[in-house]
């Protein structure tokens, strides 16, 4: 099992940043593809970005390619998702979640993913 917390959430300002931690406990993070979704009121939890376990290549969603960045710190076994630019549309409850071990490739679909945190809310005001 793999336990998930996020942090780093809060209220800012259009065009500021957040850098928002998902710590892991229960697991190493070595071998686990990792993920970032968020879901707005109303709407589908939707994929952010993903980071390759196997290639450490990362895939984001269009809307936020060149403003977030998803990334792993495995001494600390945390991921991270440092997002700049911040709009409105932003807002959203954001997820990290983890993959079953040694499942690679693009992994956008919430289906890809075992074991999710509880969530940290991001809201950009105008």
């Known amino acids: 099992q793999v336990h998930l917390v996020e942090s780093g959430g809060g209220l800012v300002q259009t065009g500021g940043s957040l850098r928002l931690s998902c710590t892991a406990s229960?697991?190493?993070?070595?071998?686990?593809?990792v993920g970032w979704f968020r879901q707005a009121p109303g709407k589908e939890r939707d994929f952010v970005a993903t980071l390759s376990w196997s290639t450490g290549n990362t895939l984001y969603a269009d809307s936020v390619e060149d403003r977030f960045t998803i990334s792993i710190d495995s001494a600390r076994n945390s991921i991270y998702l440092q997002m700049n630019s911040l709009k409105p549309e932003d807002t959203a409850v954001y997820y990290c979640a983890v993959a079953a071990r040694y499942k690679s490739g693009w992994l956008q679909s919430r289906d890809d993913y075992a074991y999710w945190g509880q969530g940290t809310q991001v809201t950009v005001s105008s």
């Open positions: 229960g697991r190493t993070l070595g071998g686990y593809s």
